[in-house]
């Protein structure tokens, strides 16, 4: 089995910048292995792709985050990370860390393991 484990979600103003982090851990998981995602989730809205990063280190973006927010792992610590910056209010929401989607897939589809969520506030 896998976990994820997301942190770092918070307040934050407009224009302002947050990390998120994602711990991953599992006796057969292979973190180098897989892609990784981020996904999120407003109130009322429907899940939603943010970010994707290959094994090889290949990025994704969704276009309301492309130049604003980038994606990056750590492979000796198993982390995945989101670093946002100039952040607006519709960035609010439910972030999730997601793993195991096919080489940069950004449907919810293609992931088979997922973080308990870590909520970001943006106000204006």
């Known amino acids: 089995q896998v976990q994820l484990v997301e942190s770092g979600g918070g307040l934050v103003q407009a224009g302002g910048s947050l990390t998120l982090s994602c711990a991953a851990s599992g006796r057969t998981f292979t973190f180098s292995r897989f892609t990784m995602g981020w996904f999120r989730q407003a109130p009322g809205e429907e899940r939603e792709f943010v970010a994707a990063i290959d094994w090889g280190g290949s990025t994704t973006y969704a276009d309301s985050v492309k130049g604003r927010f980038t994606v990056f792992r750590d492979y000796a610590e198993n982390t995945l990370y989101l670093q946002m910056n100039r952040m607006k209010p519709e960035d609010t929401a439910v972030y999730y860390c997601?793993?195991?989607?096919?080489?940069?897939?950004?449907?919810?589809?293609?992931?088979?393991?997922w973080g308990q969520g870590t909520q970001v506030t943006v106000s204006s």
């Open positions: 997601a793993a195991d989607g096919s080489r940069g897939a950004t449907a919810q589809s293609a992931y088979d393991f």
